[in-house]
């Protein structure tokens, strides 16, 4: 029997939504840096097996929001959850329930739909009690209709995710390609690679104010791709500190995003960055939806 479904993937910021979600798929989708919200926009990944199709909706970190992108991100976060077929919910393994993850419980008491708790980070347990206790804690709660203990960087536990998954779906269609992996255009992707470039090279408050346009796409007469990009950030200090001395900063970044924008055409790429100011864009609502956050 052939089934399929629609799977949202939740969970307050830096729990492991996008590594899972790169590694079920086997393709760097979803950017990943150890800075919270690095996910904004809802991102679909496609997973085709012989028997199943699972579509997945990698989300933002749920967060109190602080300006108007947050308001954006959590109504975004919060949106799918009577949408789908499956919410699956990430924890890892701290054994105190935070604020965050009562605050996601809270929501899921609302939400009439299937849900999975997956135990994350299984792989810095310090004893096979540890996790048991917390799996514990939660079966307490009654809210799951299955609990999973993972490691989403190890890929341990993959194949039971995805038994259960199979387990829970109904029959349906195949509704994109089996060849397909994502909705996502390629001119979305490149902006998410550079931005993943400044979050993992800058510190303190720049990366959050971080925005990215990719202006132009094209091939020149060296089937060489010519991709130029506006790096927008929030403050004029912010400029020179991207830019880094003689350029070096920007320039780490321009090598980095060229290397992984490559792999993801799979053609040779000369990539050029400038960087803007957008005062405080992330508190106005106009400058939100002019970078695409809808």
Same mark, same amino acid.
């Given at each position: 029997?052939?089934?399929?479904?629609?799977?949202?993937? #939740?969970?307050?910021?830096?729990v492991?939504k996008?590594?899972?979600?790169?590694?079920?798929?086997?393709?760097?989708?979803?950017?990943?840096?150890?800075?919270?919200?690095?996910?904004?926009?809802?991102?679909?990944?496609v997973l085709t097996?012989?028997?199943?199709?699972?579509v997945?909706?990698?989300?933002?970190?749920?967060?109190?929001p $602080?300006?108007?992108?947050?308001?954006?991100?959590?109504?975004?976060?919060?949106?799918?959850?009577?949408?789908?077929?499956?919410?699956?919910?990430?924890?890892?393994?701290?054994?105190?329930?935070? $604020?965050?993850?009562?605050?996601i419980?809270?929501i899921?008491?609302?939400?009439?739909?299937?849900?999975?708790?997956?135990?994350?980070?299984?792989?810095?347990?310090?004893?096979?009690d540890?996790?048991?206790?917390?799996?514990?804690?939660?079966? %307490?709660?009654?809210?799951?209709?299955r609990?999973?203990?993972?490691?989403a960087?190890?890929?341990? /536990?993959?194949?039971?995710?995805?038994?259960?998954?199979?387990?829970?779906?109904?029959?349906?269609?195949?509704?994109?390609?089996a060849d397909?992996?994502?909705?996502?255009?390629?001119?979305?992707?490149?902006?998410?690679?550079?931005r993943?470039?400044v979050l993992?090279?800058m510190f303190?408050?720049i990366?959050?104010? #971080?925005?990215? %346009?990719?202006?132009?796409?094209?091939?020149?007469?060296?089937?060489?791709?010519?991709? %130029?990009? /506006?790096?927008?950030?929030?403050? /004029?200090?912010?400029?020179?500190?991207? #830019?880094g001395?003689g350029?070096?900063?920007?320039? $780490?970044?321009?090598?980095?995003?060229?290397?992984?924008?490559? /792999?993801?055409?799979d053609?040779?790429?000369?990539?050029?960055?400038?960087?803007?100011v957008?005062?405080?864009?992330?508190?106005?609502?106009?400058?939100?939806?002019?970078?695409?956050?809808?």
């Amino acid at each position: 029997m052939f089934k399929s479904g629609f799977i949202t993937v #939740i969970g307050r910021p830096n729990v492991g939504k996008s590594t899972l979600l790169n590694g079920l798929i086997g393709e760097k989708i979803s950017i990943i840096s150890d800075k919270p919200q690095t996910t904004r926009n809802k991102i679909q990944m496609v997973l085709t097996t012989d028997n199943m199709q699972c579509v997945f909706l990698d989300t933002p970190g749920i967060q109190m929001p $602080k300006n108007k992108l947050g308001d954006y991100m959590l109504s975004v976060s919060k949106s799918t959850l009577n949408e789908v077929d499956i919410v699956t919910f990430i924890v890892d393994l701290s054994e105190d329930i935070g $604020k965050l993850d009562q605050y996601i419980l809270d929501i899921l008491d609302g939400v009439d739909t299937k849900t999975i708790l997956l135990v994350n980070k299984i792989d810095i347990a310090e004893s096979q009690d540890q996790i048991d206790n917390i799996i514990n804690k939660y079966k %307490e709660m009654d809210k799951f209709d299955r609990i999973v203990p993972i490691s989403a960087l190890e890929k341990t /536990n993959y194949d039971k995710y995805l038994e259960v998954l199979y387990e829970l779906l109904e029959e349906g269609p195949m509704y994109y390609p089996a060849d397909m992996i994502t909705d996502q255009p390629e001119r979305n992707i490149i902006a998410e690679i550079v931005r993943e470039k400044v979050l993992r090279n800058m510190f303190d408050e720049i990366p959050h104010g #971080i925005a990215v %346009e990719v202006m132009k796409i094209s091939e020149n007469e060296n089937e060489k791709m010519q991709i %130029e990009v /506006n790096l927008y950030v929030e403050q /004029n200090s912010h400029k020179g500190m991207v #830019i880094g001395k003689g350029g070096s900063m920007l320039k $780490k970044i321009g090598i980095e995003a060229r290397r992984d924008i490559e /792999n993801l055409l799979d053609a040779k790429v000369n990539l050029k960055i400038w960087v803007k100011v957008a005062k405080d864009w992330r508190k106005k609502d106009s400058r939100v939806k002019d970078f695409g956050y809808r």
